[in-house]
Each structure stands twice: as structure tokens, then as C-alpha cells.
């Protein structure tokens, strides 16, 4: 398969204060997934050169450096850079904390601007920001100030209630010079529901931030789909999510179809090894470990026996 000019995506992203991103194919976060055993088994298997952690809730206050070291540490232990994310409502407090994340080792950290739940809805904070550009904009103004030079950025949905809001939202990313944008393609009302001009609105948001290394989210499952996103849409590089649950190696299919490193797609054999250290390393009870199933569910894994064994 020929790079499709999109080879950029395998080149390091330089930030501001002289680190870099190894490469632009990041996963997308996801809270209960992307935590725990799945970090060890997607890093022993190098199928990720970067963690993005789920959202951490800055609430009634900022959390002690100890207790934010905590949170990173399994993420950091993996080796690979981590930008850790932080959702809210008080501009002050997330400065405060991102700076401390920072000290505590993250490359960048990350605002969220686009969970749709509707609990965090509820509590305003999430996907409910993008109600208030403004907002965005102070607090990432806020978070400029505490972490000076060292890399900040926000994900954002292309709108709360409507793809229309999308230009004012561009204009508060414009005026606070995030270093990166992630962007899934839904509006937060959308939830997880079909559209079918996402990346068109990809698109348009490209021309509203053409200077912004801008990431984007939605509906990323194989490598066209990725390949798709990137042609039409002129991202800096992509970020599935769900696509990795169900093949864990999609970012390494991606990297190999631009000339990256060869990589032969997972097999059944290769997920079920997936599953078994998923499950092995996961330090949970038998009865605990659930989310094992619901990944083997995503993954399609065949569990039946082989023919040989069949009665
Ligand atoms: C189970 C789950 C948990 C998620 N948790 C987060 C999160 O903590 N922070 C975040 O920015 N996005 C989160 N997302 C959104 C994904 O990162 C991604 O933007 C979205 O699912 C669209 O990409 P996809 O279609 O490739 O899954 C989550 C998605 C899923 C499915």
C-alpha cells in the first residue's frame, strides 16, 4: 500500500519545550480500558509509542502531588510518554493541577472538553464546556500560565448541540494557542450515534486551526478508515479508540501502511494470547474480570474449539 502523502503521521511531533511525541498515531483515550493490564500488554507488545490517559476529574479541589503521582505512575511505567487528562470546572484548579502533572512527568496534558456522558454533562463539566468557548479559552489561557513552555492541549467534539457552534469554538482555540487539538467528529448530543458528514466537519475545523497540529477521533476502525480521515480531512494524525478494542494492533496496521515498521495483522491465536495476559496481569479476581470479555466480545474472538477438538 503506497504512504498516500500521509507518512508525516510516522514523523516525531516536536512540542514546545524540546520534547517530542514519537510519532502522530496515538490511542484514544478510554476510561475503564485504556487503564491497568491493557496498558502492559498493548506496551509489551509495542502496539502503542504513547499512553493518553482518561479524563481525571479536578473537582472540590487539587489533588495532592502525591495522589496525582499515583494516578500517572502506571502510565509512566510503561516508558512511553503520557499526556494525562484532566476534566473540570474550575479554570484555577486545572492549571493548578496540570502544572503539578507536568512535575510529575507527563508530556502534555490534556483538557476534556468533549465527554458526553450525561453525568458529567450534568455536572457541567466534559463535552458541557463547549457551551462556553470563553471558558475554554481562559482556562487554557489559565493552564499557559502555570505550565509556561511545557505542552498543553484539549479534546473538544465539534459542537454541543450543533456542528454549527464549531467556528467559535475554532476562534477560542485560536486565541489560546493550544499545542495540539484532538477532535471526535460527533457533537456531544450526538453521543456515540451515526453521522454522516464527520469528516467533513473535520475538514472544516482543519481550515479553521491550520496551524494547530490537529488529531481527529470518530469512527476509526481500520486503516482505510484512518487513511480515509487523513486525505479528506488534512488531520496531523489520528486517535482510535474503539478500533483498538477490537484489533489491538490497528495503530501498527496504520504505521506499516504508511512504510512504517512491517507488521503482520493480530491473529486469532494472537488475540486470544492478548486476552489471557489481559486477564493474567490484570491482578483483578476471576469474577472481576469482566472487562476481559467485554474486550474478547469487541475483538470478535472466535472461542470455539478447533476442528479437531470439536465432539
Ligand atoms: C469506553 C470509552 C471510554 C472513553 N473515555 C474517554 C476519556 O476518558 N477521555 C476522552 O477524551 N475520550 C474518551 N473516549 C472517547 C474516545 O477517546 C474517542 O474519542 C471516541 O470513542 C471516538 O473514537 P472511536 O470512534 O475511534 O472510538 C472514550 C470512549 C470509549 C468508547
Same mark, same amino acid.
Given at each position: 500500500m503506497t504512504d498516500r502523502g500521509l507518512s508525516a503521521w510516522l514523523q516525531p511531533l516536536p512540542l514546545p519545550d524540546g520534547q517530542t511525541l514519537p510519532g502522530r498515531l496515538l490511542p484514544g483515550p478510554m476510561e475503564g480500558i485504556s487503564e491497568g493490564s491493557f496498558l502492559d500488554v498493548m506496551t509489551a507488545r509495542s502496539l502503542v509509542l504513547t499512553w493518553h490517559t482518561p479524563f481525571l476529574r479536578i473537582s472540590t479541589g487539587v489533588p495532592r502531588r502525591a495522589r496525582l503521582a499515583a494516578w500517572l505512575a502506571p502510565y509512566l511505567a510503561t516508558g512511553r510518554p503520557v499526556i494525562a487528562q484532566i476534566m473540570g470546572t474550575d479554570s484555577a484548579r486545572l492549571a493548578a493541577a496540570?502544572?503539578?502533572?507536568?512535575?510529575? *512527568?507527563?508530556?502534555?496534558?490534556?483538557?476534556?472538553?468533549?465527554?458526553? %456522558?450525561? =453525568?458529567?454533562? &450534568?455536572?457541567?463539566?466534559? &463535552?458541557?464546556?463547549?457551551?462556553?468557548?470563553?471558558?475554554?479559552?481562559? =482556562?487554557?489561557?489559565?493552564?499557559?500560565?502555570?505550565?509556561?513552555?511545557?505542552?498543553? %492541549?484539549?479534546?473538544?467534539?465539534? *459542537?454541543f448541540e450543533s456542528p454549527a457552534e464549531l467556528p467559535a469554538i475554532a476562534a477560542a482555540l485560536r486565541r489560546a494557542a493550544p499545542d495540539l487539538v484532538f477532535c471526535h467528529f460527533r457533537t456531544v448530543r450526538e453521543m456515540y450515534r451515526p453521522v454522516a458528514d464527520g469528516l467533513e466537519r473535520l475538514r472544516h475545523l482543519r481550515d479553521l486551526l491550520p496551524d494547530t497540529p490537529l488529531f481527529g477521533a470518530g469512527d476509526l476502525f481500520t486503516v482505510e478508515d484512518a487513511l480515509r480521515m487523513g486525505e479528506t480531512t488534512g488531520v496531523d494524525g489520528v486517535t482510535p479508540a474503539r478500533g483498538l478494542i477490537r484489533n489491538p494492533g490497528l495503530l501498527r496496521e496504520i504505521a506499516a501502511a504508511l512504510g512504517g515498521p512491517a507488521f503482520t495483522p493480530l491473529t486469532s491465536e494472537d488475540k486470544i494470547s492478548f486476552l489471557h495476559d489481559l486477564s493474567e496481569r490484570s491482578g483483578l479476581p476471576v469474577r472481576k474480570r469482566g472487562f476481559v470479555i467485554h474486550v474478547a466480545r469487541a475483538m470478535g474472538v472466535d472461542f470455539s474449539l478447533p476442528d479437531c477438538h470439536r465432539m
Amino acid at each position: 500500500m503506497t504512504d498516500r502523502g500521509l507518512s508525516a503521521w510516522l514523523q516525531p511531533l516536536p512540542l514546545p519545550d524540546g520534547q517530542t511525541l514519537p510519532g502522530r498515531l496515538l490511542p484514544g483515550p478510554m476510561e475503564g480500558i485504556s487503564e491497568g493490564s491493557f496498558l502492559d500488554v498493548m506496551t509489551a507488545r509495542s502496539l502503542v509509542l504513547t499512553w493518553h490517559t482518561p479524563f481525571l476529574r479536578i473537582s472540590t479541589g487539587v489533588p495532592r502531588r502525591a495522589r496525582l503521582a499515583a494516578w500517572l505512575a502506571p502510565y509512566l511505567a510503561t516508558g512511553r510518554p503520557v499526556i494525562a487528562q484532566i476534566m473540570g470546572t474550575d479554570s484555577a484548579r486545572l492549571a493548578a493541577a496540570a502544572r503539578r502533572l507536568h512535575d510529575a *512527568g507527563a508530556i502534555a496534558v490534556d483538557l476534556n472538553c468533549a465527554c458526553p %456522558s450525561p =453525568t458529567v454533562v &450534568g455536572n457541567q463539566a466534559g &463535552g458541557y464546556r463547549l457551551r462556553d468557548p470563553d471558558w475554554i479559552a481562559r =482556562t487554557l489561557d489559565a493552564m499557559r500560565q502555570t505550565c509556561g513552555a511545557r505542552a498543553i %492541549s484539549v479534546k473538544i467534539r465539534c *459542537g454541543f448541540e450543533s456542528p454549527a457552534e464549531l467556528p467559535a469554538i475554532a476562534a477560542a482555540l485560536r486565541r489560546a494557542a493550544p499545542d495540539l487539538v484532538f477532535c471526535h467528529f460527533r457533537t456531544v448530543r450526538e453521543m456515540y450515534r451515526p453521522v454522516a458528514d464527520g469528516l467533513e466537519r473535520l475538514r472544516h475545523l482543519r481550515d479553521l486551526l491550520p496551524d494547530t497540529p490537529l488529531f481527529g477521533a470518530g469512527d476509526l476502525f481500520t486503516v482505510e478508515d484512518a487513511l480515509r480521515m487523513g486525505e479528506t480531512t488534512g488531520v496531523d494524525g489520528v486517535t482510535p479508540a474503539r478500533g483498538l478494542i477490537r484489533n489491538p494492533g490497528l495503530l501498527r496496521e496504520i504505521a506499516a501502511a504508511l512504510g512504517g515498521p512491517a507488521f503482520t495483522p493480530l491473529t486469532s491465536e494472537d488475540k486470544i494470547s492478548f486476552l489471557h495476559d489481559l486477564s493474567e496481569r490484570s491482578g483483578l479476581p476471576v469474577r472481576k474480570r469482566g472487562f476481559v470479555i467485554h474486550v474478547a466480545r469487541a475483538m470478535g474472538v472466535d472461542f470455539s474449539l478447533p476442528d479437531c477438538h470439536r465432539m
